[in-house]
């Protein structure tokens, strides 16, 4: 099977590599250096976008104290057509009100789409994106028009920087060891899952909503990572921040107006 899904896709090199020619949006990888309480983050993503398939590419670096993440919001954005699938994000709040967003991704070549079906067969990267709220979830709720769900979830300070630094050292293992996508073991959802076992073991167990992530909002309510204090559908509803970050899309303030 493995054979026949590479022939069909032109018998491109089963190794995985950081040197092909990259959608501009995705040739950089994040690197950063860590210095006890110190982070420097090289290429933070910051695009600016007229259409989801025209924009300007920005990168900047960014000094960060680690004692200074606050908080982490889990970021659910279901397949428009196959909504029990979806791409799920962590976003990390500072002290100064600024969020960085991780998002695990395969890594496209120019003009390259993706296919779930050759996310099976060895065909696409993955990259880490640390990104600007005003990229990465702009370009999800207003230009690919998708519903966006945005959670607070319980984690402590400690917590959330401890999930920051291995999500910043697992960005830096793949610009020096690169690995390949797969859509089933090797995505968005089980690298967030495999970050929050490796920091609190075994507290999100392996269920059929992390297959389908679509639904990974709700297991996480389950779990009691969410807030509890009202009814899952309630949160929700609550939690979709389309209307804010259409509204907002441009204000430099963004982060803060789509958590009112």
Avoid at 24 to 43: F, M, R, T, W, Y
Avoid at 139 to 145: G, I, Q
Avoid at 201 to 222: F, H, N, Q, T, W
Avoid at 237 to 242: D, L, V
């Amino acid at each position: 099977m493995l054979c026949l899904g590479i022939f069909s896709t032109g018998c491109k090199a089963i190794v995985a590599t950081n040197n092909r020619n990259w959608a501009p949006d995705q040739a950089k990888l994040p690197i950063s250096e860590v210095n006890g309480d110190h982070i420097k983050i090289h290429n933070v993503r910051n695009c600016r976008y007229a259409t989801s398939d025209n924009y300007v590419v920005q990168y900047y670096d960014k000094d960060i104290r680690l004692s200074d993440i606050q908080t982490v919001d889990f970021v659910v954005v279901p397949f428009k057509d196959t909504p029990s699938v979806a791409h799920t994000m962590l976003s990390f709040g500072l002290a100064d009100g600024q969020y960085l967003v991780s998002s695990v991704e395969i890594r496209k070549e120019a003009n390259e789409e993706y296919s779930a079906w050759k996310g099976f067969f060895n065909q696409y990267e993955l990259m880490y994106v640390i990104g600007d709220e005003r990229d990465v979830i702009n370009l999800s709720s207003n230009y690919y028009n998708s519903d966006v769900y945005l959670y607070r979830t319980v984690a402590k300070p400690e917590q959330a920087q401890e999930l920051f630094l291995d999500v910043v050292k697992r960005a830096n293992k793949l610009a020096a060891d690169p690995e390949f996508y797969n859509t089933i073991t090797n995505n968005c959802t089980t690298n967030i899952v495999s970050h929050v076992n490796k920091i609190a073991p075994k507290s999100v167990p392996y269920d059929m909503r992390i297959l389908l992530p679509g639904y990974s909002d709700e297991y996480a309510y389950s779990l009691g990572l969410l807030d509890t204090s009202v009814p899952f559908e309630q949160l929700r509803s609550e939690s979709k921040i389309n209307q804010l970050a259409h509204r907002y899309r441009d204000d430099e303030n963004f982060s803060q107006y789509i958590r009112r």
